[in-house]
Nanobody
Framework: QVQLVESGGGLVQAGDSLRLSCSASGRTFITFYMGWFRQPPGKEREFVGTMNWNSRNTYYADSVNGRFTISRDNTKKAVYLQMNKLKPEDTAVYYC?????????????????????WGQGTQVTVSS
């Protein structure tokens, strides 16, 4: 059973940067394809971005592409979400999760139901 713990959230101003961390348990972290999602207040959870196991394949939602960057350190069993040029609409609870589906392509890598082992989330609030 994989356990994920997100951290790094907080209250920032528009235009600021923030880096979220997701720490994982489990000896097979190096094989995990990881995803980040977020749930804005009063809205459904939505896809933010995803990275394959060797960091060579990343994919982002249009709303964050060019501002957010996913990275990982397999030696630390951690994945990160660097968020730059934050906007008030980025306010949300941010979650990491492990990809848990067959294949990994445009048909499934942004779908919530392709992921499992969700963390508890970390709150990011961006003030205007």
């Amino acid at each position: 059973q994989v356990q994920l713990v997100e951290s790094g959230g907080g209250l920032v101003q528009a235009g600021d940067s923030l880096r979220l961390s997701c720490s994982a348990s489990g000896r097979t972290f190096i094989t995990f394809y990881m995803g980040w999602f977020r749930q804005p207040p009063g809205k459904e959870r939505e896809f933010v971005g995803t990275m394959n196991w060797n960091s060579r394949n990343t994919y982002y939602a249009d709303s964050v592409n060019g501002r957010f960057t996913i990275s990982r350190d397999n030696t630390k069993k951690a994945v990160y979400l660097q968020m730059n040029k934050l906007k008030p609409e980025d306010t949300a609870v941010y979650y990491c999760a492990v990809f848990n589906s067959q294949g990994y392509d445009d048909s499934n890598r942004s779908r919530q139901d392709s992921y499992a082992s969700w963390g508890q989330g970390t709150q990011v609030t961006v003030s205007s």
